[in-house]
């Protein structure tokens, strides 16, 4: 809904402040100057092109995120209203998984998935973890080079998933393939509609795929998250087949692009800051705060949306019901009124609360695993890559604008 004349910017439009411009690779490339000039001029911005209130301070990026509503994925109707009937099947999945509710509906659906997915079990994952990351540096050790997305971080996140799925490992590149097709609904707010099929058909396939494992699994009981769904009840509430299936494809979406993003963002950051590199292979003991500190500095997931659930005002603007908001938690976390030196990377960085895993009762299911992956990529990266180095490249950014993520990263080191 748009501001009323009062509500709105007193000045007129200003294109070179819309959100729109990361569609620009070079404002795609580094958008911090972006998110920087949004903070500083306009915080809690109405985007006339996105039609949305843009919101990049970190204090209101937690208002927004702890109190607006998560409700808003289009419902099948208003699809079907809107023409666009034939995508419908998207919507009925998306308005199943938990990351698109509000209480009540979300606390019950993520109290049943979080009985699936306990700390003890996350855990017993670690030395899986550690071994699948070993095998994947063996293929290239000998090399003395790599293309780490394709070789690293697009594989270890989808065999752990698998994995913690309770899927067989060998469709890892299957699961690699959906999610990358299904994230570009939750990331982008533009959608392409040359895409469009694709993501239908993805949708399908993984529904298919996954009722298929649930059948195959009421026969055959197999150790994972979909076993732990069929099974989960909470005061006498089990899951419907058809939410254990959204529920399973937003984790296996969630735990995939992101975490792909999170070593692939890092690795670079870590690349371009010499001396940070240098600090972390001399002392892995600095491991978790490290890790933090490149979830802050380049988040793999950028920015989320809300809907006004009432009339309010935030930053001294009228925010009227049903408005839509984003809140780019990567600009949240470059606010200098929350973190010293905010365009610094230091990787013992004190205090550091940051966005990247969202906030309140949305904040990140997968965060404990994403944490885990992430300390035994990088700590065992610089330990079996030594003087590893950036080669020559042009850098190309995927074209998802919400999950921040290099389609290519090519590096050397000294060979085994
Ligand atoms: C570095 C890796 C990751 C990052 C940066 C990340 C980021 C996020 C963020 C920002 C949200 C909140 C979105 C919102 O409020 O709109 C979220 C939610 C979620 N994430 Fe992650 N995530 C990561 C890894 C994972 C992993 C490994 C899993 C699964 C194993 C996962 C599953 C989920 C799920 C299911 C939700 C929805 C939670 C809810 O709605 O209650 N994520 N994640």
Redesign the pocket.
């Known amino acids: 809904m748009a501001p009323d004349t009062l509500s709105a910017s007193s000045s007129r439009p200003d294109p070179r402040l819309s959100l729109y411009r990361l569609m620009d690779p070079a404002v795609l490339a580094d958008p911090y100057p972006l998110y920087r000039s949004l903070r500083e001029t306009d915080p809690v911005h109405w985007d006339p092109f996105l039609h949305a209130w843009v919101v990049t301070g970190y204090a209101d990026c937690i208002t927004v995120?702890h109190k607006f509503s998560?409700d808003r994925t289009p419902k099948p109707e208003q699809i079907q209203a809107l023409g666009i009937g034939a995508l419908a099947p998207i919507a009925q999945v998306m308005t199943k998984q938990?990351?698109f509710m509000d209480a009540p509906a979300?606390t019950r659906l993520?109290k049943l998935c979080s009985t699936a997915f306990t700390p003890r079990r996350i855990e017993g994952m670690r030395a899986h973890i550690q071994d699948i990351t070993e095998r994947l540096l063996d293929r290239v050790a000998q090399s003395g080079r790599m293309e780490m997305i394709a070789d690293f971080a697009a594989p270890l996140p989808a065999i752990v998933t698998a994995g913690?799925l309770g899927v067989p490992t060998e469709d890892h590149e299957m699961l690699k393939s959906w999610s990358a097709d299904f994230a570009e609904m939750l990331g982008n707010f533009q959608h392409n509609p040359d895409r469009a099929a694709r993501v239908l058909q993805s949708v399908e396939e993984m529904t298919a795929y996954f009722q298929a494992a649930i059948r195959e699994q009421e026969r055959l009981p197999r150790e994972g998250l979909i076993q732990s769904l069929m099974t989960a009840e909470v005061d006498g509430q089990r899951l419907s087949e058809e939410e254990i299936i959204a529920n399973t494809i937003?984790?296996m979406v969630?735990?995939q692009e992101?975490?792909t993003n999170?070593i692939g963002n890092g690795l670079l950051t870590l690349l371009r800051n010499p001396a940070a590199l240098a600090q972390l292979r001399d002392d892995p003991s600095i491991i978790e705060p490290a890790v933090e500190e490149l979830?802050r500095y380049e988040?793999?997931?950028q920015h989320?949306a809300r809907i006004a659930p009432e009339d309010g005002e935030l930053g001294g603007k009228a925010i009227r019901k049903g408005s839509a908001v984003m809140a780019v938690?990567a600009a949240g976390n470059r606010d200098p009124a929350r973190f010293a030196d905010p365009d610094t990377l230091d990787l013992t960085r004190k205090d550091n609360r940051h966005l990247?895993?969202?906030w309140a009762?949305?904040?990140?299911?997968?965060?404990p695993?994403?944490r885990m992956?992430?300390q035994i990529a990088f700590a065992t990266l610089l330990r079996r890559l030594p003087d590893l180095s950036l080669d020559a490249q042009k850098l190309v950014w995927r074209e998802n604008l919400g999950l921040r993520g290099l389609k290519a990263l090519h590096v050397s080191f000294r060979a085994a």
């Open positions: 995120l998560a938990m990351l979300h993520r913690m937003v984790t969630g735990g992101t975490t999170l979830l988040s793999p997931s989320t938690m990247a895993f969202g009762a949305h904040f990140c299911f997968g965060a695993l994403a992956e992430g």
